[in-house]
């Protein structure tokens, strides 16, 4: 199956389920067509059919909705991992025990996501140590959450949104880069006519100090 008929066949799944409520025009799947860009054709058909059985609304999903079950899909997931789901998994890797009574379990991992919302509180001795573990556990939540949104934001961005950042991130280097020379020529000590005060007092202490030895013969 081709990507613009899985877009085409999951719109009109959304059709077929909402009726008016979802019409179908070629700009609107031009654009869903676009927007779902990178996703394959059986990650689209089952993101459909997830928010299609799974859904309590009575209006139809837009297509952020459908992008975001998507991405959950291609990571493997059904559901994006939550702040407090990966705080009880550092904490289960943290103060693993490797047997319970006689059954040996596996020692959980640390994603790598976990791992640098960590970073930004602690290392694994201070969460092992910690006198406030409640607040540790907001810190980290706050952490992990921001990092997910982040890197999310970043798989979905569209080539023209990447285009239009890296556009204006050159002009702010270049402001700066323009702005750095006239802090330079505004700072004293760049000015070649410029004499350390400090260099001008040494100087006339030594001066004095010969004088005074001369005057003593």
Not at 146 to 165: F, T
Request: aromatic share 8%; net charge negative.
């Amino acid at each position: 199956m081709k990507h613009t008929d899985a877009v085409t066949m999951a719109m009109a799944m959304f059709a077929e389920e909402f009726g008016r409520k979802f019409e179908i025009s070629k700009t609107r799947v031009d654009m869903w067509c676009k927007f779902l860009e990178g996703f394959t054709p059986d990650c689209i058909m089952a993101a459909a059919t997830h928010i299609l059985r799974t859904s309590k609304s009575d209006f139809p999903p837009p297509v952020g909705k459908v992008c975001d079950v998507a991405y959950n899909l291609s990571n493997g997931k059904l559901h994006a991992q939550t702040g407090e789901e990966a705080w009880e998994n550092i904490n289960r890797s943290l103060f693993f025990v490797e047997y319970t009574d006689t059954t040996k379990i596996e020692k959980p991992t640390i994603s790598d996501m976990e791992q640098r919302a960590m970073d930004q509180v602690g290392d694994a001795w201070y969460f092992k140590h910690s006198s406030n573990p409640a607040q540790d556990r907001l810190s980290f939540i706050k952490a992990f959450n921001q990092l997910s949104d982040q890197q999310r934001d970043e798989k979905l961005a569209l080539p023209e949104v990447r285009k239009v950042v890296d556009k204006n991130k050159l002009l702010q280097e270049g402001e700066k880069r323009k702005i750095l020379p006239e802090v330079e020529s505004t700072n004293p000590t760049k000015n070649p006519e410029y004499v350390d005060p400090e260099m001008i007092s040494k100087f006339c202490a030594d001066l004095e100090a010969k004088m005074a030895k001369r005057d003593d013969r």
